[in-house]
């Protein structure tokens, strides 16, 4: 059990609005449809997240003592509720709250606290963090809950090494090989990239960054080689460094790169392409 303060300004709840909404839909549905509000069936949180687990069996639509009565046979087949969707759920809002800053590099947000926040219980948020503490974004702090990792310029500058080493060989070997018209379905990528600068949403900017990056590496045909390069590049987004905050303006700044990379790449101009794309990583990098 977490013990300790909770952080006193939990991030922004419209992070997290879609959460527990999500959650009571699935509940009302695995309970026969009770609508919200009305009774059992509508429970959200600590006790909703546990209706969803184990004692599911006990909230069918019909009496706990009372025997169940069969299904006709023509009836759908009920979906049991998934508790890692929830859970799913909360990691893709923890995300956005890391790239946008809402949960603050240095400081510690306990389980309880951030599962009240979402309307539901501890153990998905818990589980949730776990898996951010493997990406490196949080820390564990025993008894406490989890500290939000603090950046250094270093830090960011190595990832940029590393996702060098990946990409740049790849993007070299593909500028050879793919003809000018087979870069025509990233564009659209590159576009909504623009788009997303031009919001100033880091967390919008961040998912449409990667998709790109994503799409242009997956030419190459090599799945690992993917999945690696979008981890490096998660990892790269996160909490920005102290003292040099993300301006709206490196945001148009970044994506509008991506433009230009492209039109390297249909000129299959290896050498430009090859200085765009270092550059490009090394942004967000504090490289000066």
């Not at 997290?16 to 959650?23: L, T």
């Not at 100033?200 to 998709?211: K, M, Q």
């Amino acid at each position: 059990m977490e013990q300790g303060r909770s952080h006193a300004a939990p991030p922004d709840a419209r992070l997290f609005a879609e959460v527990p909404a999500q959650a009571a839909g699935r509940g009302a549905a695995v309970r026969g449809g009770a609508p919200a509000g009305s009774g059992r069936g509508s429970r959200v949180g600590v006790h909703g997240e546990e209706a969803r687990g184990e004692h599911v069996h006990a909230e069918q639509g019909y009496p706990e003592c009372a025997a169940p009565v069969a299904a006709p046979a023509h009836a759908p087949a009920r979906r049991m509720p998934q508790r890692h969707s929830v859970r799913g759920q909360v990691l893709t809002a923890l995300r956005k709250a890391l790239v946008s800053g809402e949960l603050i590099p240095g400081e510690v947000y306990s389980g309880p606290a951030l599962g009240e926040r979402f309307g539901v219980s501890a153990t998905p948020v818990r589980e949730a963090m776990q898996q951010l503490a493997l990406e490196g974004a949080v820390e564990v702090v025993p008894n406490r809950g989890f500290r939000v990792a603090t950046r250094t310029a270093r830090d960011l500058a190595e990832l940029a090494e590393v996702r060098a080493m990946l990409e740049v060989p790849a993007l070299l070997r593909l500028v050879r090989t793919v003809p000018a018209a087979g870069w025509a379905g990233l564009r659209p990528l590159a576009e909504a990239a623009c788009s997303a600068a031009a919001t100033g949403d880091f967390a919008l900017y961040a998912d449409a960054d990667r998709a790109f990056h994503r799409a242009l590496l997956a030419l190459a045909g090599n799945r690992q080689l993917v999945a690696v390069a979008d981890e490096l590049h998660r990892r790269a987004q996160w909490a920005p460094v102290p003292g040099r905050p993300p301006r709206a303006a490196d945001l148009v700044a970044d994506a509008a790169e991506h433009l230009a990379l492209l039109e390297a790449l249909c000129a299959q101009d290896a050498e430009r392409a090859e200085a765009l794309v270092r550059a490009h990583f090394e942004h967000f990098a504090g490289a000066e």
